[in-house]
């Protein structure tokens, strides 16, 4: 049984439509990663399960329940930790601040225990607790965004083009820890990436969105070697 399940979804901003009858499912323990050119309406999918897009039709599922049209922090509270690919962090704040205001949710005698599980993921991040966000490498920054995410023990992790603008070498340590996340800590992943390539290889299972239409669903491996990926992607029609 899938942990989320969106059925038949149309969904955009305001009176603009942007995704057409979208199915999609994420099960538990698992990486399901979502694919497509740019302006394909990957992040409209996200916002959508995160309750910050318009739903015109369909309904949204988690763990059995529905929350289609919930408000955003109702849906934060049920266990969906969203994590845009933009504005996730606070330049002017410490690492460490950062983690507590990112655990807000939590009681807070459970903050420093939190944070403390979390730079044993990240540990990394333990030299520069007390540094401000913003001097941190892309990578480091994007390690701290995850962290945050994770920082209210969430049930499923959206992720939104976590690679953007990093240099293959930190693209691979950040998806190198997406797995680990995975194997070693049983989390459920939805991975919304650019970077198809990379995602494929590292999916449970793959999902193709071109102009707000899904084009395919199914095994990462078989959509990365299909003969005809490239106008797949590109949403070229015969």
């Known amino acids: 049984m899938a942990m989320l399940e969106v059925k038949n979804l149309n969904a955009g901003y305001g009176k603009l439509k942007v995704l057409f009858d979208v199915n999609f499912r994420a099960k538990e323990h698992e990486i399901t990663v979502l694919v497509g050119p740019n302006g ?3 992040t ?3 916002n959508s399960i995160a309750g910050l897009a318009t739903i015109f039709d369909g ?3 988690f763990n059995g329940k529905d929350i289609t049209g919930m408000p955003p922090h109702k849906i934060a509270k049920e266990g969906i930790s969203y994590l845009l690919q933009m504005g996730n962090i606070v330049s002017g704040l410490t690492v460490r601040e950062n983690l507590v205001i990112a655990g807000y949710l939590l009681p807070k005698d459970e903050v420093d225990d939190r944070i403390e599980e979390i730079l ?4 990394r991040l333990k030299e520069f607790m007390h540094r401000k966000a913003g001097t941190l490498s892309g990578g480091e920054r994007r390690m701290l965004a995850i962290g945050m995410a994770l920082m209210r023990r969430p049930k499923i992790l959206l992720l939104d083009e976590m690679t953007t603008d990093l240099a293959p070498i930190l693209v691979k340590m950040v998806l190198e820890k997406v797995v680990e996340l995975r194997d070693q800590y049983k989390q459920t992943i939805v ?3 650019q970077n198809a390539k990379r995602a494929l290889e590292i999916g449970d299972y793959a999902y193709l969105l071109v102009s707000g239409t899904m084009r395919y669903e199914g095994s990462p491996e078989e ?3 299909h003969p005809q990926f490239s106008k797949l992607y590109l949403g070229i029609k015969e």
């Not at 044993?120 to 540990?123: G, Q, S, T, V």
């Open 223 to 225: 959509l990365l070697h």
């Open 120 to 123: 044993n993921i990240f540990p």
């Open 40 to 42: 394909a309406g990957k």
């Open 59 to 61: 309904q949204i599922t």
């Open 191 to 193: 991975l919304v990436e």
């Open 44 to 46: 409209t999918l996200l």
